[in-house]
């Protein structure tokens, strides 16, 4: 198993450009999550989805929006790239969002925006 | 007042040296707790869970002290493996309804040196 991976990798985006940053479980984990990490901080939720086609909010929702078309797949969609979205994001999966779940991380996208 | 908070350190300690991380949640309600480790750059990976009752994995030991809502992490006879980003997590969710949503501290950085 791949786990979960995301790309691209790095990114650098210009102000006002969207862009969607992929990710893929082949665990067939029902819950994703994504998250964005800024430097020296914790990681802050951004949307989550519970399965295809249902989907929430987290956190910090603003400026990002999510699909669930399939299992495998939940991609976290930029429409209007601003400077306070320079961030890690890492997707996570888990199978069925319990409380002592381990959830899995993939490596994260370094996102630029300048 | 942040919902986690960890002393984000650093803590420089040469081998062999034991060190203890604190973290203070605020909410009563919280659920379930974890440490993750996260290596610079990488993606966060499940250390261990945190149990009422304490729990111990090798050199590593969790205590959780539901009255004061506070965790710690204890590693004794640190390697220079252990070195990373030690991040406090709780899940806030109560009512027997998760969906896994995951609340992290910013941090405890560790630097293990010869």
């Known amino acids: 198993n791949a786990g979960v991976t995301q790309t691209p990798k790095f990114r650098i985006l210009k102000i006002g450009q969207s862009m969607t940053l992929q990710c893929t479980q082949d665990m067939n984990h029902n819950y994703m999550y994504w998250y964005r990490q800024d430097p020296g901080m914790g990681l802050k939720l951004i949307y989550y989805?519970?399965?295809?086609?249902?989907?929430d909010k987290g956190e910090v929702p603003n400026g990002y929006n999510v699909s669930r078309s399939t299992t495998e797949d939940f991609p976290l969609r930029l429409e209007l790239a601003a400077p306070s979205q320079t961030s890690v994001y890492f997707c996570?999966?888990?199978?069925?969002?319990?409380?002592?779940?381990?959830?899995?991380f993939g490596p994260g996208t370094r996102l630029l925006v300048l | 007042r942040k919902e986690v908070e960890q002393d984000p350190g650093p803590f420089n300690v040469p081998e062999g040296a034991t060190v203890a991380f604190n973290c203070t949640y605020s909410n009563s309600a919280s659920q379930s707790f974890f440490w993750y480790r996260q290596d610079c750059r990488k993606e966060p990976k499940l250390l261990m869970s945190?149990?009422?009752s304490g729990n111990e994995d090798g050199r590593f030991t969790a205590q959780l002290n539901r009255a004061s809502q506070y965790i710690s992490l204890l590693i004794r006879d640190s390697k220079l493996s252990d070195s990373a980003t030690y991040l406090c997590?709780?899940?806030?969710?109560?009512?027997?309804?998760?969906?896994?949503?995951?609340?992290f501290g910013q941090g405890t950085i560790l630097t293990v040196h010869p």
């Open positions: 989805s519970v399965g295809a086609g249902i989907t």
């Open positions: 945190v149990y009422s």
């Open positions: 997590v709780v899940n806030l969710d109560a009512g027997g309804t998760s969906y896994g949503k995951l609340t």
């Open positions: 996570a999966s888990s199978m069925r969002g319990t409380l002592q779940e381990t959830q899995y």
